[in-house]
Nanobody, 121 residues
């Protein structure tokens, strides 16, 4: 009954910016790491950024100086700020969250449906 809903994708010109959001809802005891992945046509899905419940964020080398991941634990939401976008950033961006629904049960990865980001002039 956990659901991740992404929003914020769209079409932007090179150099533009977008802000992606992913809100988790449902029966949630706790959320560990949250992250963003992306998959371009003909390519494998790759990790873009991850933010643990505690500790440092991590980024793919290709986006480290341009993207920023953040989270609002009170809202069970993770964000990805995409700046200085390039055509090669075009992909479907997927939200991921490691969620523990009840104390005493294992943590399970949940995925959003994906949101399209297209960078083109």
């Amino acid at each position: 009954q956990v659901q991740l809903v992404e929003s914020g994708g769209g079409l932007v010109q090179p150099g533009g910016s977008l802000r992606l959001s992913c809100a988790a809802s449902g029966s949630i005891f706790s959320i560990n790491a949250m992250g963003w992945y992306r998959q371009a046509p003909g390519k494998q899905r790759e990790l873009v950024a991850i933010i643990p419940s505690t500790g440092s964020t991590k980024y793919a080398d290709s986006v480290k100086d341009r993207f920023t991941i953040s989270r609002d634990n009170a809202k069970n939401t993770v964000y990805l700020q995409l700046n200085s976008l390039k055509p090669e950033d075009t992909a479907v961006y997927y939200c991921n969250a490691a969620i523990k629904r009840r104390i005493g049960v294992r943590t399970i990865d949940y995925w959003g449906q994906g949101t399209q980001v297209t960078v083109s002039s």
